[in-house]
């Protein structure tokens, strides 16, 4: 595989062919250079001569971040991003070997799904690039800050007089703004200082870690509905595993970018992918993880339909994840 054409290419997929071949190009890749990969699939005794469409590839289980290093260069790495677990968990590495590829990915997912970024100020409640290295969100929002290009950008935790001076001048000048962070964080703040958010968005990324409590999306979207006075609340589903997001808009489900595919496997039979329109554990094929496996079992639950995708809830045999609101 010339990996160079491939990173080209991945961004302008459009049709499910194109994706198609893609993604057997890159799980031929993986199968040859990913050793933890291989290794799985080979316990699992899958024929790789007869793999011929995405849905037939093997998905690795997401737990194999937590205890191996899930990468096809063993030997170098830009930056590792982990997972936020908890106090007690071991976290999940991910080894990105190339960081302008989750650069490309973050700045052409938000233009999707949400604009350009240049168009916004990112008022962003989630901890510091500088003091959380590791922290696949905090160099998203970093990167989104960046390329919006605006000085009144900027990361907003424990700033809550800074920020509201920030919301209200963007709302004097009509500028369009985003309130952008971990979903309890947004919803402190709601609670905290009742202010309006007209003219704004706000996206939450999940993050249930806080005092025990659990909301559903639902429940979360209305509450900050009523305390914004605003209908403009979204959502940003990804994981430090993965290098591409899914946004959930105006729509009622979560959409993904067309490098980027959501499958379901039966909760008893993890190797079974099911049909759209039923319930079972999501699998991810994301072609931008090229380096690391791009096609990933997760421990949570949901749907999928012609239109998105929904996150219902966790498999309750696992441990819990910190980066979105599951439940």
Known sequence: MNIQNYKKNIFNINTDSQFNDAAIQLFTHQYKNNSIYKKYIQLINCNVSQVKYYDQIPFLPIELFRTHKVSTDLHRSEVVFKSSGTTNDQKSSHYVIDLSIYKKSIINCFNLFIGDPKEFVFLCLIPEKNKHPNSSLSFMAYELIKNSNNRNSGFFINK????????????????????????????????????????????????????????????????????????????????????????????????????????????????????????????????????????????????????????????????????????
Request: positive net charge.
């Open 160 to 327: 809550t007089n800074e920020l509201i001076e920030q919301i209200k001048k963007c709302q004097s000048k009509n500028q369009k703004f985003i309130l952008f962070g971990l979903s309890f964080e947004i919803l402190d703040f709601a609670e905290k200082n009742q202010i309006s958010l007209h003219n704004g968005i706000v996206i939450e990324t999940g993050g249930t870690k806080k005092n025990n409590k659990h909301l559903f999306r639902e429940e979360l979207h209305n509450q900050l509905k009523a305390k914004f006075k605003t209908n403009n609340i979204y959502s940003e589903y990804g994981m430090a595993e993965l290098l591409s997001q899914s946004y959930y808009t105006n729509q009622n489900y979560f959409q993904s970018p067309p490098w980027k595919k959501i499958l379901l496997r039966d909760k008893t039979n993890p190797l079974k992918i099911i049909n759209k329109n039923q319930r079972g554990l999501i699998n991810i094929i994301d072609l931008a993880n090229i380096y690391s496996c791009g096609f990933i079992a997760t421990n949570d639950f949901g749907e999928v339909s012609n239109n998105g995708f929904n996150v219902i809830g966790r498999n309750h045999n696992t441990i819990a994840r910190g980066c979105n609101l599951m439940i």
